[in-house]
């Protein structure tokens, strides 16, 4: 049964309580509570344009592969063999298996369009009781919005794609196709926060004009206002332009005469950055109570329909960090050669912030203030949500106070 979607909140208040920023306790109940049956943005469609390939990536904890059936419908696949566990396929490698899922450690071969085994070396001779239908590839749900394809480690997920876009699709879809577009070098930034501060910095748009004032200079918050869809957060803002603040081509479709950006927050750690000149997909993925990642994909114009301009300091994808051989870039504060917030790259002036924040809360001293009522309600949304999902008195809750 869907859970009851408590309605938009009137004010802002702090409703976690700060340990569940950094207790393990806490974070092992996210992850069994929420993360096994939320949906979280995975890759693109354009990943997997034939029939056979497919991409491996990480949701959460779940190793999951996607794949696109002989017959053009895509699934998806949780990433261990029924033998022995393997992962089958690398973690956000690409490629095609036209011909059968094999696991490359013995040869454990699958079928494509269901996941059931269809065969393995000398079968009778060590496994002659064994009924290969009892042993498929555990099964994960597929939904698309758009280009976009989420995943749902449940096979049969408690909140059906549909139910948890919650109207989405049809009130706030964005125009951008990514067929048309380029795709920049991937980023990954790596910081010491947990998951929750950065999801909540994505949504706090009381901090734009004063952290960002060197980078996005706003917009204020009497320029910005959101959206409860669903359990999901979309913000719209203006802010006042700039003399040549766009020198990139215009994406065809997208009406520059609304307002942007636009940001979509999908509940629990996914989202969409667009604008008229480019898009984003990211996931915000927990890797310990104090420490996640932000995976980032951007699309733009394809080069050769960029005007010429001049090279100027470095972007929110350049300057920073290393490539390593899979072509992503790798940031973290410890690889940057000036400070944080000298970087001219809000991304990571945010990930100092959160950086900062999250050793703020080891002091008996930190105690959340009054919150913006203009600016900084959804976070109450988000933690809302959040207590859904992990209530405060929970099973694990009451056994960790006795």
């Not at 806490?26 to 056979?52: M, N, Y």
């Not at 200079?217 to 803002?237: L, N």
């Not at 930190?366 to 999902?389: K, S």
Request: with cysteine; hydrophobic share 35%.
């Amino acid at each position: 049964m869907p859970m009851p979607i408590s309605p938009k909140p009137e004010h802002a208040v702090q409703l976690l309580p700060k340990e569940s920023y950094y207790d393990p306790a806490w974070f092992e109940r996210e992850h069994k509570e929420l993360f096994s049956r939320a949906w979280t943005f995975a890759c693109v469609v354009q990943d997997i344009p034939e029939p056979g390939d497919y991409r491996a990536v990480q949701i959460n904890r779940y190793a999951i592969f996607v794949v696109r059936g002989r017959d053009g419908e895509i699934r998806a696949f949780h990433n261990t063999c029924r033998h022995r566990g393997t992962q089958i396929f690398e973690d956000g490698k690409s490629g095609n298996c036209r011909h059968g899922i094999v696991c490359p450690y013995h040869a454990w071969t699958y079928n494509l369009d269901d996941g059931s085994l269809r065969g393995l070396p000398k079968k009778e001779l060590a496994f002659p009781d064994m009924k290969l239908a009892d042993w498929p590839l555990h099964k994960a749900a597929v939904g698309v919005l758009g280009d976009l394809i989420f995943v749902n480690p449940q096979d049969v997920p408690e909140d059906d794609f549909e139910g948890w876009l919650g109207g989405m699709r049809d009130t706030h879809m964005w125009p951008h196709k990514l067929d048309m577009l380029s795709e920049k070098r991937p980023v990954r930034y790596d910081f010491g926060a947990n998951w929750k501060g950065f999801c909540e910095n994505a949504m706090d748009g009381y901090h734009l004009s004063y952290l960002h004032d060197k980078t996005l200079m706003g917009p204020d918050i009497e320029e910005q206002r959101w959206d409860a869809v669903g359990r999901h957060w979309v913000i719209f803002s203006q802010a006042e332009e700039r003399p040549n603040a766009n020198p990139y081509a215009n994406i065809p479709g997208v009406d520059t005469s609304k307002p942007y950006p636009v940001v979509y927050q999908f509940f629990p750690n996914s989202g969409v950055l667009s604008s008229p000149i480019f898009f984003s997909a990211y996931t915000i993925v927990p890797v310990a109570p104090e420490r996640c990642y932000l995976e980032l994909r951007t699309w733009m114009m394809p080069r050769e329909k960029q005007p010429k301009v001049e090279k100027k300091k470095p972007s929110s994808t350049s300057g920073h960090g290393y490539i390593m051989p899979d072509g992503k870039r790798y940031i973290s504060i410890d690889t940057l050669s000036c400070h944080a917030m000298e970087s001219l790259d809000f991304q990571i002036e945010d990930m100092w912030v959160c950086e900062q924040q999250q050793m703020a809360l080891h002091s008996p001293m930190m105690q959340t203030g009054p919150l913006a009522r203009l600016g900084e309600t959804p976070l109450t949304w988000f933690q809302q949500h959040i207590l859904d999902y992990v209530p405060l008195d929970g099973p694990a809750t009451k056994m960790a106070a006795e």
